[in-house]
């Protein structure tokens, strides 16, 4: 497979100028780039400019609003809302940040309910960026019906990934975005692309049958990690993200696309806590230390997160390589 070669300014150019061009305005267009971009540069591909069609499908469709303008209200003295005016993800967060820092910092903890949006982003640059304000994070969102119950064979949650942040003093926060299903959906789409199997465990085919053949795993249903934990944890998250604050369960996002096959609308919720607020604001970031130097001191350990950290240095200066197809592609909807 022949790859390109792009700086992360030159990608982010390409994404910039594709969604302008497919009905994004500036702001939307920027939001969208600079979260599929920062993907890139820590090498998640899946969540990079793989996702740029789908960007750009949903809002030349016109089912995603590629000049959207989020709305912040506050529900409660510890509880925000924001209505993405039926927009990406990335905006209303960025547009939802602030807000919602200060919230966390007045009360000790915070909550966000962003509904009314299109989610198909990494989870972890939200989370990571109330790290550096010195807060814990969590983020939930849920997806369309790609994972089945722990005893089930057909698809009725969504992968519904999970973050977490942790503060630390001079290094980069403790970060990781995992989904609840044993693979990441990008991630199978990606195997399927290049040929590659995945494990047994990442999903069933249609009747139930166990495979490694990925084609077979998009036609089937994942599987939760961890059978039925991971399931249990999908489940968590569908009521969070989507009961808890009024927005589409998996099942009724794949709904509202009615056949579309654009990315699935809904909503995240997200928790902020103040750490300096809840009895020990002077150890609790000596304590977290002490426990990251226990857990590297054990050979072939590392934080969650800390690899993103280092491809971040790395393609900062080499850039990043995408398939040639991918470019393509991108090229062809311009």
Not at 3 to 20: F, P, Q, T, V, Y
Not at 148 to 154: D, H, L, R
């Amino acid at each position: 497979m022949t790859n390109i070669r792009l700086s992360l300014e030159e990608a982010h150019e390409l994404a910039s100028k594709c969604l302008l061009a497919n009905g994004c305005d500036d702001e939307n267009a920027k939001a969208a780039a600079d979260r599929m971009v920062q993907a890139e540069g820590d090498l998640c591909h899946s969540h990079g400019l793989f996702r740029l069609p789908w960007y750009c499908g949903a809002v030349k469709s016109g089912r995603a609003n590629g000049k959207a303008r989020p709305r912040v209200e506050q529900l409660a003295p510890a509880v925000i809302r924001v209505d993405g005016d039926g927009g990406f993800a990335p905006l209303g967060q960025t547009v939802a940040h602030q807000p919602l820092v200060d919230c966390a910092r007045q009360n000790g903890i915070a909550s966000l309910a962003l509904v009314n949006m299109f989610h198909i982003a990494a989870m972890w640059p939200e989370v990571e960026r109330l790290a550096l304000d010195g807060l814990c994070g969590f983020a939930f969102t849920a997806s369309y019906p790609y994972v089945a119950p722990a005893g089930g064979i057909e698809p009725l949650y969504g992968t519904n990934p999970m973050g977490f942040s942790w503060p630390r003093k001079g290094q980069p926060p403790l970060v990781f975005d995992q989904a609840a299903s044993s693979m990441a959906r990008g991630e199978i789409m990606i195997h399927a692309r290049d040929g590659h199997p995945v494990p047994e465990t990442a999903g069933i085919g249609p009747n139930g049958e166990a495979t490694t053949d990925p084609n077979v795993v998009l036609e089937g249903a994942q599987l939760g990690f961890g059978g039925y934990k991971g399931a249990s944890l999908a489940l968590m998250v569908e009521l969070l993200a989507g009961a808890l604050i009024g927005e589409f369960l998996s099942i009724e996002s794949i709904e509202d696309d009615a056949g579309e096959g654009g990315p699935p609308k809904g909503g995240e919720f997200m928790i902020a806590v103040d750490p300096a607020r809840h009895g020990d604001p002077e150890g609790f970031l000596a304590r977290g230390e002490k426990l990251f130097a226990a857990i590297l001191a054990q050979e072939g350990t590392r934080l969650p997160g800390s690899r993103r950290f280092e491809n971040r240095k790395k393609t900062a200066d080499a850039g990043i390589e995408i398939p040639q197809s991918l470019h393509q592609s991108i090229l062809e909807l311009m």
